[in-house]
C-alpha cells in the first residue's frame, strides 16, 4: 500500500487514523511472517530427520567410543579373565566345515592341460634374471561329450624371481 505524501489529509486526526490502521497492518503482517516462519522451520526439522534417517550413520560406532564407557573390562579379575579366554578359544574350535563336492571318480580318463606364459616372459622385469616356478594350481572339470566322460584337470603355474641368486646369499 504506497501512500501518495500530496495526497493525505492535512487533519492530524485522520493522519492519526491512518497511521493506527498501518500499524494494524503491520502487526498483523509480522503475526502472518511468525507462522509461517513457524512452519518452515517444523518441515526444515523434519526434513533433517528424515535425511539423518535415510543417510546417517545406523550401527556405525564412534572409534574409542568404546573405551570411555567400557568399565567392565577395567575391572575383571582373574577369574573373570579365565572365562573369557576360555570362550574365545571354544568359538575358534566351533567352526562352520565348507562343504567339499565329492571327487571325479579315478577310473575316468584324464587329460592335463598345462596354462603357462610365454618363454619371452618367463624373465623378472626388473633384473632380467630367470623366474623359476614357485607352485601350481588345480582343479578338475567335467566334460561332457556325446558318450564320453573324461575329466580336464589344468594347472596354473606360479613363477618368481630367485631373489637368493640374485642377492649372492647362500642358505645352509
Known amino acids: 500500500m504506497k501512500l501518495d505524501v500530496n495526497v493525505l489529509p492535512d487533519d492530524p486526526e485522520q493522519l492519526k487514523t491512518m497511521l493506527l490502521e498501518l500499524q494494524l497492518l503491520v502487526a498483523q503482517k509480522e503475526c502472518e511472517l511468525a507462522e509461517k516462519d513457524a512452519i518452515y522451520q517444523e518441515l526444515l526439522e523434519r526434513y533433517n530427520i528424515k535425511l539423518a534417517n535415510e543417510y546417517g550413520k545406523k550401527s556405525e560406532k564412534m572409534p574409542g567410543a568404546d573405551d570411555v564407557f567400557n568399565e567392565a573390562e577395567v575391572t575383571l579379575d582373574e577369574q573373570d579373565e579365565l572365562l573369557l579366554a576360555s570362550l574365545s578359544t571354544e568359538e575358534k574350535t566351533e567352526q562352520k566345515v565348507k562343504p567339499k563336492?565329492?571327487?571325479?571318480?579315478?577310473?575316468?580318463?584324464?587329460?592335463?592341460?598345462?596354462?603357462?606364459?610365454?618363454?619371452?616372459?618367463?624373465?623378472?622385469?626388473?633384473?632380467?634374471?630367470?623366474?623359476?616356478?614357485?607352485?601350481?594350481?588345480?582343479?578338475?572339470?567335467?566334460?561332457?561329450?556325446?558318450?564320453?566322460?573324461?575329466?580336464?584337470?589344468?594347472?596354473?603355474?606360479?613363477?618368481?624371481?630367485?631373489?637368493?641368486?640374485?642377492?649372492?646369499?647362500?642358505?645352509?
Open 101 to 172: 563336492r565329492k571327487p571325479l571318480p579315478p577310473e575316468l580318463p584324464r587329460k592335463d592341460v598345462i596354462i603357462d606364459i610365454e618363454d619371452t616372459d618367463k624373465t623378472c622385469d626388473c633384473c632380467r634374471n630367470p623366474l623359476h616356478k614357485m607352485g601350481e594350481s588345480s582343479s578338475e572339470t567335467l566334460e561332457l561329450y556325446p558318450l564320453i566322460l573324461k575329466s580336464l584337470k589344468p594347472f596354473a603355474r606360479s613363477i618368481r624371481a630367485d631373489i637368493v641368486k640374485i642377492m649372492g646369499l647362500k642358505i645352509t
